[in-house]
Each structure stands twice: as C-alpha cells, then as structure tokens.
C-alpha cells in the first residue's frame, strides 16, 4: 500500500516529516501571540515549545535522523518553506511589538530568535541522558524538566529586553 499512496519509501518519509511540521506550526497557530503583551508573546512561545518538545519526543527524534542525512529529504518537500513563513511572520510581528514598545532591542532577527528558543529546548532534551551521566545529576525529573523551560524563558527573554 506504500506504493500505492506514497509511491515509494522515501516519498512516504517525506510525508511523515512534512506532517511533524505541519503538527508544531498548527499548534504554534492556536497560541494567539499577537493578543499578548510581546514578551507575554515570547514566553508563550518558548512555554510552548519546550512543552512540544516534551509531549513529542519522536518529532525532535526525528529531526535528529534527518539531519544526520544533512536533510538530504527535507530539501526534496514541496510544502516545507510554506508551513515556516507563518511563523516567521508571526515571531516578526511580535518583535515589531516589542521594538515599538520600547521593550525589546532593535536588532532581533526573527529566524534566529526562533533557533535560539528551539535549541535551548532541543539540546537540553536530546543530551538528558549524557548530561545527566557527566555531572551526575538526574535532568529528567519532572522538576528538572519544569525548571530548564523557565530557564530557557529567562535566557531568551533577557535576550530580547531593550
């Protein structure tokens, strides 16, 4: 039936990537983070991602695979840039707000801003069990956990303060 559908392994892949992010950015959708004061924004923004992370192991598992084949089938998905501009346009926005506000620095790039909040949470999350083994402290309690996402809040938003 794989054949059928998908006609072959590595088109049914490709699908299963686009549909993980098709999931993260239908959910960033429901945030309503133009509503929110801006860094009442980001710290929605980066609640919510850490808590993605968290409740989708196998997304961030996944991105892993695919960028150890250097996105080799990533770069092949008609739909991927389209489901990012959303986002893009939507961390932009709360920037601008911010800016204007005078609560946020003049100099954010949207993109990067996003990269920094996904990897503070992707890293932490990928190496628990490592980090945990080097320093002989247990990253993967439910308290631990709680704790780095309010940390990874107060990294990125001491970042944007102006």
Known sequence: MIYHYFGDKEALYIAVLEAAY???RAAEHHLELTKLDPIAAIERLVNFTWDYFLQHP???SLLG???L?????LKRSARIFNLHTPLVSLVSDVIARGVKSKQFRPDIDPVKLYITIASLGAFYFSNRWTLSTI???DLTTQRELSD????ISTVVVAYVRA
Do not use: D, M, Q, S
């Open 148 to 151: 780095w996402g309010k940390h």
């Open 69 to 73: 084949h250097k996105a080799r089938y």
């Open 65 to 67: 695979t695919e960028n």
């Open 22 to 24: 098709v999931n993260i």
């Open 58 to 60: 196998e997304f961030l």
């Open 135 to 137: 320093f002989r402290h």
